[in-house]
């Protein structure tokens, strides 16, 4: 009774001292081999834990495993949540707990502490292993040996070595069973053979006390060695897993001479003890056996089984003759406390004796106790940072001892060995947790070696130490103070990287990592410097060039390593200064200049743009010509090229030469470029007319011409070149009626329209030849004469008409105002009717008329032959005719005048319009084609030739140009026309008969006329009427 209420009290005293420090257990059991991430349990709901809300916690609550520091933790603990997950370290039980056969003795412990501080617990967690069939059952050799004699009894049994499964309960080892032969060899003496093995012997198994199953074979058959002297069979043995596992061995049984007495024991069991500490060679135990038989058969051979552990092979030995065991190998209780031995005793038949033979090994103090730190709080290299402001009570870490002794020897008890505020407070059995006791104070003391004593009850005691260091951290309140909070810093350019600038520095008044400054580049530095973090020292990784960028301002920082860190910032004033490390850079290679020709000397030509770099001297840039000199200069300071010469595109059309560059550096340096001037052409020639190459030839226009044939082609070539020398030709005058066009690139002049009876005689088409120079454009102006008829019969004639038209002014048509005969004679033919409808009065008042009207027209004729000058009579040159008997003026007279032509733009596409007036010079002056030599000539005529104008009168078309009489002013210097040769030089005649004298009463006779300075023809331009 007394006994009973001593262990109640006891356990009520635990339960009480694991209440109040916080300790508890939790059971789990798990199966081995499981993969990672298996769930195996929740804390938080398994514990039941609970927060109290009045209560508030410091931090989050975690869960928090703790183990040894190298230790490869089975399970992971979510520190959040509490839940228990298996690793990717395998879980195998017969690793685990090697040498244990029980089913519910493989355990795995661990231990979580719940923080934090103000819900401190500390949980032990035993995980229960699960055997699972990982395993499969193996003989101890793949060929078996059995003898047994020739005499032996059937159903004599023989034993059969065991497998070995390291798996347990019914994972392991469950039947035997010999295996039927699938072939059946022939039988002969003395071969090896397997025919009717399973017959002649049976398997059965017997289970030990332990629980192994031995295998044993039975005879049952009578046996004759001189029959048959080997029998080979295969047994299996198989364990109850799911699914089964199993494994098979070659057993030969060799059949011998009798000897029917097998050795038997003294005692079949024994027990002994012996200390651990017993030396090598050390008697366990002397074993006793006897033999009836005699001779041979009566030697008794002794060994242990193959059923026996490795461990026991290793550390003992046994005398084969003699049966005495003893120790070969130092013996360690702590490694396994008990061997079983079983030795088998022979005399060469092939059923030996057994016997067991029991050793405990008894415990000395040997070893001496070990403290196990689990940290609570991770230390830092060894050494735990507390801060000054931990409460009491906080974790710090738990403390195993253990002693591998037993009894008395492996009791232990833990101290610290002087005082310190800190304790150590029991929770588990030989476990402890360190916790503060008071309140820490930095400035009083830095750090603490806690000095942890455990200490056996063995006699004399064995004693065991560990140190623990403690540091108190200080709580981070100063932030760091630059010595300059402004760095100014100048370095050259081009400098070595790596090349260091400064060191920067900086302080803190709080100690250890508060004190500990690092010092950082701001998010403004650029990454060509680099700020060293523990020295300061901050360097220029690559090489600075100004040309880049010559300032470079940016902030450093100095951070303590607190928590939470804190920091200033300084700023840094980098000057980069300059070196002449840049060449003079023009902006091109190759400058082009386009220059017109008629640039004067000492114009300007172009600028050359050069760029040095650097700055200062070692950026004033001289420049200078290389080659060239004669030709050009150049300002050395701005870079504007002149020319001293005068350029003549025609002569030379472009100028190369070097342009150099020379900076101001101490080392100077230069740079060269090519420099190119391109003579533009200048608008400086006007078109020159080679087609017609007279302005006295004329072209024939058959009367059966259709409308859209070229009559004629007129071709003119300008010195020029580009734009300047690209030619339009244009018809400005002479073309009143419309009836000839020109196309304005070729010119080539086309008949417009079917020719009629009006059309007929010689029409005089003033051609305007312009080129498209800019900004002015520059023409010519030429004669084109056309005569439409059949034939030419009287080519003096004609050209006779051509060289009166000579006379006539240019901005007048030759002819107008003219009756052509073929038209003379149907107005006869009309008055012819009329006379002789009328009375005879007016009949012949109308002949009188028309007489009147012919007999100028015959006068003219006839003084044209006389005189070679051709007028046309006019009714205002009848009117006028006084006057101009009154005045006579050679044509010759003209020539020292100018006339302004006025032209009225035709409706006809062809015509070309000119806006205002033309000044054109009357006298013209001798000028031969030039360098064109087409070896054309102007067509001349002879005397003889028949003269058309007997049967036709002039019908030139109506007049386009108004002539008026103006002062002599300087010719515009565009406005000209071609000075053909001398034969093609333009002459303004009279415009009318009526200004000249006639004594001849022939129509087409020629009289004597004299013309006055000018007229004007007053009327709008009219269109070609059929």
Known sequence: ??????????????????????????????????????????????????????????????????????????????????????????????KLCSGIFSENRCFYEVEVAVLPDEVFRLVKIRFL???????????????????????????SRYSVPSAIDPDIGVNGIQHYELLKPKTTPKRTFGSITNDQGQNVFGLDIIETPEGDKWPQ????????REQKDTYVMKIKVEDGGTPPRSSTAILQVTVTDVNDNRPVFKENDVEVSIPENAPVGTSVSQLHATDADLGSNAQIHFYFSNQISSLAKRLFAIDNATGLITIREPL???????????????????????????????????????????????PVNGTVLLSEKAPLNTKIALITVMDKDSDLNGKVTCFTDHDVPFRLKPVFDNQFLLETATFLDYEATREYAIKIVASDSGKPPLNQSAMLLIKIKDENDNAPVFTQPIIGLSIPENNAPGTQLTKI?????????????????????????????????????????????????????AKDNGMPPLQTNATVTVSVLDQNDNSPAFTHNEYNFYVPENLPMYGTVGLITVTDADSGENAAVTLSILNGRDNFIIDPLTGVIRPNITFDREQQGSYTFQVKAVDGGRVQRSSTAKVTINVVDVNDNRPVFVIPSSNYSYDLVPTSASPGSVVTKVFAVDNDTGMNAELRYSIIGGNSRGLFTIDQLTGNITLKEKVIMSDHGLHRLVIKVSDLGQPESLYTIALVHLFVNETVTNSSYVQELVRRNMETPVGQNVGDGEITPQTNDYVKIIIAIIAGTMTVILVIFVT???????????????????????????????????????????????????????????????????NGTLDIPVELEEQTMGKYNWATTPTTFKPDSP?????????????????????????????????????????????????????????????????????KTPGPIHTRQL
């Open 1 to 94: 009774m007394d006994l009973l209420f001593g262990t109640y009290l006891l356990a009520v005293l635990l339960a009480c001292i694991i209440f109040q420090s916080g300790a508890q257990e939790k059971n789990y059991t798990v199966r081995e081999e499981l993969p990672e991430n298996v769930l195996i349990g929740n804390l938080l709901k398994d514990l039941n834990l609970t927060l109290d809300p009045d209560v508030p916690l410091s931090s989050p609550l975690q869960f928090k495993l703790v183990y040894k520091t190298g230790d490869v933790p089975l399970i992971r603990v979510e520190e959040n949540t509490g839940e228990i997950f298996t690793t990717s370290n395998r879980i195998d039980r017969e």
């Open 129 to 155: 292993i699960e055997d699972i069939n990982d395993n499969a059952p193996l003989f101890p050799s793949t060929v078996i040996n059995i003898s047994i004699p020739e005499n032996t009894a059937i159903n």
């Open 217 to 224: 074979l039975i005879v049952q058959q009578i046996l004759d």
């Open 332 to 378: 360690d209780r702590e490694e396994s406390p008990v061997h079983k031995l079983i030795v088998l005793a022979s005399d060469g038949s092939s059923t030996p004796s057994r016997a067991t033979v029991t050793v405990n090994i008894t415990d000395i103090n040997d070893n001496v106790p070990s403290i196990d730190t689990r940290y609570i709080i991770n």
């Open 505 to 557: 520095s900086a302080t803190d008044a709080d100690s250890g990592r508060n004190a500990e400054i690092s010092y950082i580049l701001g998010p403004d530095a650029p990454p060509i410097f680099n700020l060293d973090r523990r020295t300061g020292i901050l360097t220029a990784v690559r090489k600075l060039d100004r040309e880049k960028q010559d300032r470079y301002s940016f902030t450093v920082l």
């Open 848 to 914: 009188a008329l028309v007489r009147c009207r012919q007999t100028p027209r015959h006068k003219v004729v006839q003084k044209n032959k006389q005189s070679g000058e051709w007028v046309s009579p006019n009714q205002e040159n009848r009117q006028i005719k006084k006057k101009k008997k009154k005045k006579k003026r050679s044509p010759k007279s003209l020539l020292l005048n100018f006339v302004t032509i006025e032209e009225s733009k035709p409706d006809d596409p062809g015509h070309e319009h000119i």
């Open 947 to 1015: 003269d058309l104008a007997k049967h036709y009168k002039s019908a030139s078309p109506q007049p386009t140009f108004q002539i008026k009489p103006e002062t002599p002013v300087p010719p515009k210097k565009h406005h000209v026309i071609q000075e053909l040769p001398l034969d093609n030089t333009f002459v303004v005649g009279c415009d009318s008969l009526s200004k000249c004298s006639s004594s001849s009463s022939d129509p087409y006779s020629v009289s004597e006329c004299s013309c006055q300075g000018g007229f």
